[in-house]
């Protein structure tokens, strides 16, 4: 089974966001025996915190089922517990290159970079563009369950 990680700043908007799709993606594709997802923050702004108000209709609007979450934090036992950790951002990168800081698994990685796009995960805490967010995620939640598929 590879067990994948998503983080991002707050684990309220893209990396909970990633998490939901993926695990909708796996189970529309009969796989969940061979994957497994969560989802982490860098900072600890958000403990606890359910997934931000504003991203839930966006989720709706494209059926993506999704529970009552609570924000956590990244610690250094996830570096064992996960085949892959993935950022959304440059800025979360870097927070993982520091907390890992020998890597010598490669499991950290940009999200996009791990599938061969260019740039981060637009943030819609800031930008307020939920659709944008969500498309890139999906295009990269797309080839990255085709490159895991097929061990690419």
């Known amino acids: 089974m590879i067990k994948v990680l998503f983080v991002c700043h707050g684990n309220i908007c893209r990396s909970v966001a990633a998490e939901y799709m993926f695990k909708d993606m796996i189970q529309i594709n009969h796989l969940q025996d061979k994957f497994y997802c969560e989802s982490k923050a860098t900072s600890n702004e958000e403990i606890g915190n359910d997934i931000y108000g504003p991203m839930k209709p966006y989720l709706q609007k494209r059926n993506i089922p999704y529970t009552r979450?609570?924000?956590?934090?990244?610690?250094?036992?996830?570096?064992?517990?996960?085949?892959?950790?993935?950022?959304?951002d440059y800025a979360n990168k870097r927070y993982l290159k520091?907390?890992?800081?020998?890597?010598?698994?490669?499991?950290?990685?940009?999200?996009?970079?791990?599938?061969?796009?260019?740039?981060?995960?637009a943030d819609p805490w800031w930008n307020h563009d939920f659709d944008r967010?969500?498309?890139?995620?999906?295009?990269?939640?797309d080839?990255?369950?085709?490159?895991?598929?097929?061990?690419?």
């Open 133 to 141: 967010a969500l498309d890139e995620i999906k295009k990269a939640l």
């Open 69 to 88: 979450h609570y924000a956590r934090q990244i610690n250094k036992n996830d570096y064992q517990n996960f085949d892959l950790i993935l950022a959304m």
């Open 143 to 152: 080839l990255l369950l085709n490159k895991l598929i097929n061990n690419k």
């Open 98 to 121: 520091q907390l890992f800081y020998l890597d010598t698994l490669k499991k950290v990685w940009l999200l996009n970079d791990y599938v061969g796009l260019q740039g981060e995960i």
